[in-house]
């Protein structure tokens, strides 16, 4: 606006002319008058000083409540026990609301590999909120392909992938990467916890990448460690736990911003058989209570039978497993 520019001018070419008056004719005055009045004109010149920049101050006011409108928006807090949840108009706490939108859909999906093999083409799958779907293969068929393209992380060479609606292939990187944190839980087969991190700062770690209030994150991440038996032990490091509590950890921190998706690259990958049921139906449990859909990808046909819905992957596309 043009007041926002002529202000500040304004004011520097005043103090600019009543310096240059100052020196030409008020001390050659001061000089013939012993300088009795040299106090007062530096008042003067003082008191304009404060004047520019009072009016200055306020110039900067609209300047940076027009740069505040150009900033995107402040991520809403994620986390059912301090703030509102990721839904516009869900209340905290509360489970989400039923839909009849798919959470997630692939559309006639095709993705080939640099060297022009093809994994699959024409895909198409849809994940209902609060369903747990298993999707089982061979080693090489592209399930990991499957759910980098659902995270957004890979775009397919054609087909759609819809999230609540959003075509993640309409949306720059940095805005995948947004959604991806707000929306989306991983679980890793590896387990991926930070060694140099407590449990709790391993847990809140979604939370922090969203900018959350940090007492508030380490409370949630305590509770979260509680609900997976780990109570108490928001304060120990990684070196201390097993295979089968660091993958509750990981769980934990999968579930701890409420996202609506889980994406569980064999979650039980790397543990005993006996451990990996007890996981398997932790993970379960905890996706029935945050009310999140899931797509697990495995070899184990233990794990695919905690799902309510199995699917092959074969190079035909998916299939009744």
Known sequence: MPWQTSTPRFFDVLLGVMRVWDDSNVRPWMTRNQGHDLSLWRRMSHLFDDVWLYFSALWLVPYLAICRQRLPARRPSLSPCFGKGLHKGRKRGLPRAVTTQ????????????????????????????GEVVAIMGESGVGKSTLLNLAAGLDVPDAGQVLLEGTDLAALDEDARAALRSR?????????????????????????????????QNMARAAQLLASVGLEGRAADYPAALSGGELQRVAIARALIHRPALILADEPTGNLDPETAARVLALLVAQLREAGAGALLVTHSDVAAASADRILRLTSAGLVPG
């Open 102 to 129: 798919p959470l997630l859909s692939l559309a006639d999906l095709r993705k080939s590999l640099p060297n022009g093999r093809v994994l699959f083409d024409g895909l198409s799958l849809h994940v209902a909120p």
């Open 183 to 215: 929306m989306i839980g991983f679980v890793f087969q590896a387990f991926h916890i930070l060694p140099h991190l407590t449990l709790g700062q391993n847990v809140a770690l979604p939370l922090a990448l969203l900018r959350e209030d940090p007492a």
